[in-house]
């Protein structure tokens, strides 16, 4: 059994989107150490409504790692302390008795604050529609070895493929640059046959839509792949670059 | 076009024109660490290099990658400050992986250019300068000599190394990743390659600059053999 721990949350409020925010301190007592984070400001949140107090709102909806609906930036990380794992992965035992815990929204210009820790991410739907697809019926699922793809292909395209679109990569980034996103996007469809017909139109139809919407441009700092909780690499923005440049050269 | 409107096509020029300067530094070096072994040699080196049309040249070339260089990096870093937002988070780590140089590329640059003026009233205003306007330049020897027996300037210099040193630790894989040319296995080699490529390259320079201040402070007699037929 996890020890209880007990701990001061400083959490940011902000009513609307053009309001002026600011932290707000709540002392969370005796929370067992293997709640969940998001479960911890459930607690929080019923405590509130009790007093008769507006809850703090914030996205989630699996709880299991696979949706990237959650998005806090708590102590400093997108998604916590631990890598490799959502806010909703993050359990409070990884905390200490007496700790001062600091939960923000994402911010950047590209994610503005709807409400309290929830951001607009609809930038990234955008980026989507641009070109994020492949345009043709597949219809229904094919024999497995009718299309023959290497294995080191068939694995990268994977990789690039557990992106979840939380927008972790842009929170962390000193640039507001969605990079690392659109280029696991553009990736997981690039690496395929089924998506390189596409490839040259969909790289630039993304980029282009990434650069309108405001998200800034790459300058390799690696924030994003550190703090990606699908450890999503950077190696990814190396072949959209290489993809765009080459797209660019060819037209 | 793409290299005006896009981010990548953005980053691409930095690339583009960062590399083109790590090769002129290559060549310089390599030309500096002549002045250890021959008189002559880089006297030699200087007239080569002075007022002719090649020279001149080479000279506008490289203060276009330079200006074009340091106009891209100004926009780029102002663009992207814009994209970051005004709102800052109250509490920041550094994560794992993330080095100095790649958030202070900047502020590094701004360091490099300072040191860049220096050097240029130091040597180029009393060289090519000179003899483009019909005079007869310094001669280059004497220079080194003068400059790096000023303990100031042997400081301020070691100071620009430095900087220019964390500039590339950094920009050497980051414009090859720019251009698209890494990959997960590139990435590792890229980054030892430029580790290892951008410390020789310092250490030339640096080399030169501290061998003649200890010639000029101390006068051990074994430097003076080594340059031969300097005193
Ligand atoms: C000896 C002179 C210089 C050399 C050899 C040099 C070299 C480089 C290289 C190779 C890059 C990497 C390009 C990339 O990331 O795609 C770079 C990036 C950069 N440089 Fe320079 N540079 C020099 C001077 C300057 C100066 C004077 C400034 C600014 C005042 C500057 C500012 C920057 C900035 C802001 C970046 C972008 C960083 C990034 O995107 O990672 N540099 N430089
Ligand atoms: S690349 Fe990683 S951090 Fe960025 S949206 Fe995808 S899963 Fe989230
Ligand atoms: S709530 Fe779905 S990933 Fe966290």
């Known amino acids: 059994m996890d020890k209880n721990i007990s701990f001061t949350l400083r959490v940011w409020r902000q009513r609307g989107p053009k309001e002026k925010g600011e932290f707000k301190q709540y002392f969370m007592e005796d929370i067992p150490g293997d709640t969940s984070f998001l479960e911890m400001l459930d607690i929080l949140n019923e405590k509130l409504i009790n007093r008769n107090e507006e809850p703090i709102v914030f996205d989630h909806d699996c709880r299991e790692g696979i949706c990237g609906m959650c998005s806090l930036y708590i102590n400093g990380h997108p998604h916590g302390p631990a890598t490799g794992a959502t806010t909703c992965q993050i359990y409070m035992r990884r905390f200490q008795d007496g700790d001062v815990i600091t939960v923000e929204p994402w911010r950047s210009a590209g994610f503005p604050v709807i409400r309290d820790l929830m951001v607009d991410r609809r930038a990234f739907d955008k980026i989507m529609a641009a070109g994020g697809y492949v345009s043709v019926n597949t219809g229904g699922v094919p024999d497995a070895n009718a299309i023959p793809i290497p294995k080191a292909a068939a694995d990268e395209a994977m990789d690039a493929a557990a992106c979840i679109g939380c927008g972790a990569c842009v929170a962390a980034c000193k640039n507001g640059s969605a990079m690392l996103f659109v280029s696991a996007k553009v990736s997981q469809l690039a690496l395929l046959p089924q998506g390189k017909v596409e490839a040259k139109r969909r790289v630039k139809a993304m980029l282009a839509k990434m650069d309108e919407l405001g998200f800034g441009a790459c300058t390799n700092t690696r924030a994003c792949e550190a703090e990606c909780p699908k450890c999503v690499s950077i190696s990814n923005i190396a072949r959209l670059n290489r993809q765009f440049i080459g797209a660019k050269l060819s037209d | ?231």
Request: glycine fraction near 10%; hydrophobic fraction near 55%.
């Open chain 2, 1 to 231: 076009m793409w290299l005006f409107n896009s981010s990548v096509g953005k980053k691409v020029v930095m690339s583009i024109t960062g590399l083109g300067l790590v090769l002129f530094l290559t060549f310089h070096m390599t030309m500096n660490c002549v002045a250890l072994f021959s008189a002559e040699g880089y006297r030699f080196i200087c007239e080569f290099l002075g007022a002719n049309w090649y020279a001149i040249v080479g000279t506008i070339g490289l203060a276009l990658l330079m200006v074009i260089h340091i106009a891209y990096a100004t926009w780029l870093t102002l663009s992207n400050k814009k994209a970051r937002g005004n709102e800052r988070y109250a509490v920041t780590a550094r994560p794992k992986g993330v080095e100095f140089a790649s958030r202070n590329m900047f502020v590094l640059g701004l360091i490099v250019f300072l040191g860049l003026v220096l050097h240029l009233c130091n040597f180029w205003a009393k060289m090519q300068l000179v003899e483009l306007r019909g005079g007869i330049p310094e001669d280059g020897v004497d220079l080194i000599r003068y400059t790096f027996s000023k303990w100031y300037f042997v400081l301020l210099y070691l100071i620009w190394f430095g900087a220019i040193w964390f500039h590339l630790t950094h920009g050497f894989w980051s414009a090859i990743q720019t251009i698209g040319m890494s990959n997960r296995k590139w990435f590792v080699r890229w980054k030892w390659i430029g580790y290892i490529f951008v410390t020789l390259l310092m250490l030339g320079f640096v080399g030169v600059v501290v061998t003649f201040f200890c010639y000029e402070t101390f006068h051990w007699p074994f430097l003076a053999s080594i340059f031969g037929g300097l005193a």
